[in-house]
Nanobody, 115 residues
């Protein structure tokens, strides 16, 4: 069983920054597409950003230019740097790892953007 553990969430003012981290329990990141998703109350879970094993990235339009996803395969870590945060970024953020039919989720970390 692969485990993903997120950290780095919290309360931040609009315009502020946070860095989310995702630690994988074993060496899966080199062959997996790693992603960050989020789910706000009453809304469906949506893709925020993902990154391939070759470091190709994909972002939701709503976060382009503000968020940056990165990965460190040697450490089995994935990061999401979030800048210029807005109240509408408030959600539970989930780390995801997928490869072929395999799909794993973390437990989520709360991000709240409020003054």
């Amino acid at each position: 069983q692969v485990q993903l553990v997120e950290s780095g969430g919290g309360l931040v003012q609009p315009g502020g920054s946070l860095r989310l981290s995702c630690a994988a329990s074993r060496s899966i990141t080199s062959n997996y597409v790693m992603g960050w998703y989020r789910q706000a109350p009453g809304k469906q879970r949506e893709l925020v950003a993902d990154i391939t094993s070759g470091a190709g990235t994909n972002y939701a339009d709503s976060v382009k230019g503000r968020f940056t996803i990165s990965r460190d395969n040697a450490k089995n870590m994935v990061y999401l740097q979030m800048n210029s945060l807005k109240p509408e970024d408030t959600a539970v953020y989930y780390c995801n790892a997928r490869h072929l039919i395999l799909n794993y989720w973390g437990q989520g970390t709360q991000v709240t953007v409020s003054s």
